[in-house]
């Protein structure tokens, strides 16, 4: 299994981003794919996944109303759509896949860098 993040950049605070996550080397139609979160100094967080066969999205509180996770099927990709950036939403940005009947993460990606300037 790869996973490929890309996406992550330099925005001002109230600006938008979008974060692709590329996964090869399986089908993913009974997987979990979740995007978490590292700021500097502080533990991985999680931001929100989505079932890839329903399509059922759920989100961490704080991204809650400004994160958006969608999935295109024939690119076999999971996207993060981020509006209304915050300073605090500053991080390397991961995603990564699991079977849906197991709750540990075991595919990972690597992190794209996403900076929020005030």
């Known amino acids: 299994v790869q996973l490929q993040a890309s996406g992550g950049g330099l925005v001002q605070a109230g600006g938008s981003l979008r974060l692709s996550c590329a996964a090869s080397?399986?089908?993913?139609?009974?997987?979990?794919m979740g995007w978490f979160r590292q700021a500097p100094g502080k533990e991985r967080e999680f931001v929100g996944g989505i079932n890839w066969n329903s399509g059922t999205t759920w989100y961490e509180v704080s991204v809650k109303g400004r994160f958006t996770i969608s999935r295109d099927n024939a690119k076999n990709t999971v996207y993060l759509q981020m509006n209304g950036l915050k300073p605090e939403d500053t991080a390397v940005y991961y995603c990564?896949?699991?079977?849906?009947?197991?709750?540990?993460?075991?595919?990972w990606g690597q992190g794209t860098l996403v900076t929020v300037s005030s």
């Open positions: 080397g399986r089908t993913f139609s009974n997987y979990v």
């Open positions: 990564a896949a699991r079977p849906s009947f197991s709750r540990e993460f075991n595919d």
